[in-house]
């Protein structure tokens, strides 16, 4: 009697690093190329609205509006020089360091208030009673409304700045933190004190490893907030700054120079965006704490 063996099945091989960063690369040109289009047929339609004079909802009137060659040629001045030969030219960077510096400083003592409150509100239900509603009470003042006090009780300059950034950075993060700590599911608690985990090691063993897409959620909303506000907060009393160029900008009727500045602080506010899902990444290392880009 003979017996017919079944093959055993292949042993599945782990892609390699090279095939791994190949993948990846992979990935990311598809991403861009997914990415190209819209950007594209953007400007085709700026430079057809401007050439046609076109007047678009709420009153827009195109004809007004530089083309997307006036604008790219102000940027080449402003970051290089030689182009237009203005007092801008070759400032761009003097004024992006230092609107980046207020904006980390802003977004860091943020950073630092609202994570550590959220967790305790998330946490303490006599913390949430006593602070919630005196926060849900002041959340909704504009930071522009605060703008006029700011300078009267700090004064012109980086300080009144930084506090207005910290404040339109501040309560996204907060509620955001609080949303994940509270959404923290009684099984992995359970799940702790069955693993022989301290009740004093569950809040950063437990807490915050599931917490931490939410208060990424609330960063990332901070940080854009973060770099709208900075155009307010360096309208009054700053010579240097992006906020302060469109200030001189509008000023001069120069459109160009405000449409230059407000793609530089659309792009700088897309860089910190991707620098801060990566340092989010680096320090999560492979737990699988953030989705991964499809």
């Known amino acids: ?97 230092a609107s980046t510096v207020r904006v980390v400083q802003g977004f860091g003592f943020a950073a630092a208030v609202a994570i550590p409150l959220g967790i305790v509100m998330g946490r303490s239900r006599i913390a949430y009673r006593m602070l919630e509603p005196t926060i849900n009470l002041v959340r909704p003042i504009p930071v522009t409304a605060w703008a006029p006090l700011a300078l009267l009780i700090i004064g012109f300059g980086d300080r009144s700045t930084i506090f207005l950034v910290f404040l339109a950075a501040v309560f996204s993060i907060l509620l955001n933190t ?36 939410n208060i990424v959620a609330g960063l990332r909303i901070a940080l854009g907030l973060s770099w709208v506000i900075l155009v307010v907060g360096e309208t009054v009393g700053i010579r240097v700054g992006l906020g302060a160029l469109i200030t001189q900008a509008r000023e001069q009727s120069r459109t160009d120079l405000i449409v230059a500045v ?33």
């Open 1 to 97: 009697m003979t017996t017919t063996r079944t093959p055993a099945p292949a042993a599945e091989v782990s892609p390699g690093p090279v095939q791994a960063a190949r993948r990846r690369v992979g990935t990311r040109v598809l991403a861009t190329l997914w990415a190209l289009p819209v950007p594209i047929l953007l400007i085709l339609l700026w430079d057809r609205g401007v050439n046609g004079g076109w007047t678009l909802p709420f009153g827009i009137q195109m004809r007004f509006v530089p083309t997307p060659y006036e604008v790219a040629r102000r940027l080449a001045d402003l970051a290089f020089g030689g182009v237009i030969g203005d007092s801008y030219s070759g400032t761009l960077w003097r004024h992006l360091y």
């Open 262 to 294: 407000m793609i530089v602080i659309g792009l700088a506010g897309f860089l910190a965006d991707r620098i801060l899902l990566l340092a989010v990444r680096a320090a999560a290392g492979r737990r699988p704490l953030l989705p991964t880009t499809r």
């Open 178 to 213: 609080i949303a994940g700590v509270q959404a923290v599911p009684a099984r992995l608690f359970e799940a702790a004190a069955m693993l022989g985990t301290p009740p004093a090691q569950t809040l950063y063993k437990v807490v915050l490893p599931a917490s931490i897409p």
